[in-house]
């Protein structure tokens, strides 16, 4: 029990998120980013592909009125600081074509903050306008962070969007000529309106045990919940990696081998959509002198191992194995609110280890 609460800290999981899956399905929005900032373990394909480290999205709550859009972004957390907010909404293409000569095939679409509730949409605030087709479908995506900043510091204000469309003709001035998708059915589910947030979650979540005066790790620079995390997934290691650990020698050089979290053993399957595993890796083996090239050793670690082998202090302990070099691990999930969420979490995976 201690270890999961400690393993819920490092994923900085305040409250388990409801089981919801495999029946309620996330946004296509957010899987494809997923995909586009992660390999299929959720390890990062490179730097600097996602603006912060949280993409937060939320759908629309409004399910009868189509001008109507409201998002609960209640579900930010406290010192989160926003980057951009982004409103998508799927256009819906029209299908009757007027028999008028008109040869207009353009409306001017207005998206409009409402400044009172949506009992009264005459009181609203421009926000943006362009120019769409009529006869053409897809998503369109507005920039909406000044508003969503002010909502954000003031939930009271957040009344949410109100869409207009117009069609200018020859025979004056038409509304409604466009609409937009709600989910209203299973089918129309993945077109339903998003508000997507990109933020930094300003947490270093380096609020990690205190060790004792004898752990070996206490003068090292590696952050404590990265060493510290394959003791407490032991048991969740695949059984041919357990076994392949359990046989090796003692002697072994410094080197990594694997260590596989499976979140369906953790009771995690139910909230996180992808991955549904990763491979953490962990560091093993001895630093004894010589320290080849394959060790990856610091010069001062060879420096200890020299004194270390040749007994010139008994206050000198061996170098330590410890990763070198991590990478970091994004978790697409919903969160407790049902809201799907994608995560980037800092030096989760040990890609090599060094005496050190």
């Known amino acids: ?115 009172e509730s949506e009992n009264k949409p005459q009181k609203k605030h421009l926000i943006a306008s362009r120019l769409l087709s ?57 077109r339903n309106a998003l508000l997507v947030l990109f933020t930094n979650s300003n947490k270093r979540r380096s609020h990690s045990f205190v060790p004792s005066a004898t752990t070996s790790f206490q003068n090292q620079k590696q952050p404590l919940p990265n060493l510290m995390l394959p003791v407490f997934l032991m048991t969740l290691l695949r059984p041919r990696a357990a076994a392949a650990a359990a046989a090796s020698s003692p002697l072994a050089g410094c080197h990594r081998r694997e260590l596989y979290v499976d979140f369906h053993a953790i009771g995690w399957s139910g909230w996180i959509i992808y991955p549904s595993g990763y491979n953490a890796f962990y560091c093993t083996g001895s630093c004894i002198f010589p320290l080849g090239e394959s060790l990856n050793a610091t010069n001062h670690a060879t420096v200890q191992s020299i004194v270390y082998t040749l007994k010139l202090s008994q206050d000198v302990s061996m170098p330590c194995c410890v990763p070198n070099e991590l990478k970091s691990l994004n978790l697409l999930y919903f969160d407790e609110k049902q809201n799907v969420v994608l995560k980037t979490y800092k030096d989760m995976v040990a890609t090599r280890c060094g005496c050190h």
């Open 1 to 115: 029990a201690a270890a999961l609460q400690r393993l819920r800290q490092v994923f900085d999981i305040e409250e388990l998120p409801p089981d919801v899956l495999p029946r309620k399905k996330p946004p296509q929005f957010m899987v494809d980013l997923f995909n586009k900032v992660a390999d299929a373990n959720g390890i990062t394909r490179a730097p600097g592909l996602l603006q912060g480290d949280v993409v937060r999205s939320f759908e629309d709550r409004v399910h009868v009125d189509h001008h109507h859009f409201y998002f609960d972004i209640s579900a930010m957390e406290k010192g989160e600081q926003m980057l951009k907010a982004e409103f998508r909404v799927f256009k819906l293409k029209r299908t009757h074509r007027s028999r008028r000569s008109d040869t207009q095939h353009f409306c001017k679409v207005e998206v409009y903050e409402l400044l």
């Open 134 to 190: 009529l006869y053409t479908e897809g998503w369109e995506v507005f920039n909406v962070t000044q508003t969503v900043s002010k909502w954000v510091g003031n939930s009271r204000s957040n009344h949410g969007f109100w869409i207009t469309a117009t069609y200018v003709s020859n025979n004056g001035m038409e509304h409604d000529m466009v609409t937009f998708a709600k989910s209203q059915s299973a089918l129309q589910e993945s």
